[in-house]
């Protein structure tokens, strides 16, 4: 099974899915070579994206600035960039380059 993240350079590349209108906000783990997150907010207007964003700026304790959605906008599978994260969520096993 493939990893759900990569390094390039100093920054995170997470492959993501998406799971919208749950009723929790976590970070579930790896799933088919992506990393499963549930999130209450609902896929309109970009609410998801922005819950998505606020989310990780949490669990990576970065500011909301250094995270980018670059692929899968209007997808539930996404590519996500966490330019420089400090802090790496025990639970998800990622390891530094």
């Known amino acids: 099974m493939s990893e759900f993240y990569c390094w390039q350079g100093d920054d995170l590349i ?3 899915h998406l799971l ?3 009723k ?3 970070l579930v783990g790896q799933h088919g ?3 499963k997150i549930k999130i209450t907010a ?3 207007d970009g609410k998801a994206n922005k819950h998505l964003i606020n989310l990780l700026a949490k669990s990576f304790k970065v500011p909301k600035q250094s995270i980018s959605i670059y692929k899968g906008l209007l997808g ?3 590519k996500i960039r966490i330019s ?3 802090y790496l969520p025990t639970q998800l096993n990622i390891r530094r380059r």
């Open 24 to 26: 929790t906000d976590t």
């Open 14 to 16: 997470l492959d993501c």
């Open 20 to 22: 919208p209108k749950s």
């Open 33 to 35: 070579g992506q990393l």
């Open 76 to 78: 539930k599978d996404k």
């Open 42 to 44: 609902p896929p309109v």
């Open 84 to 86: 420089a994260p400090t």
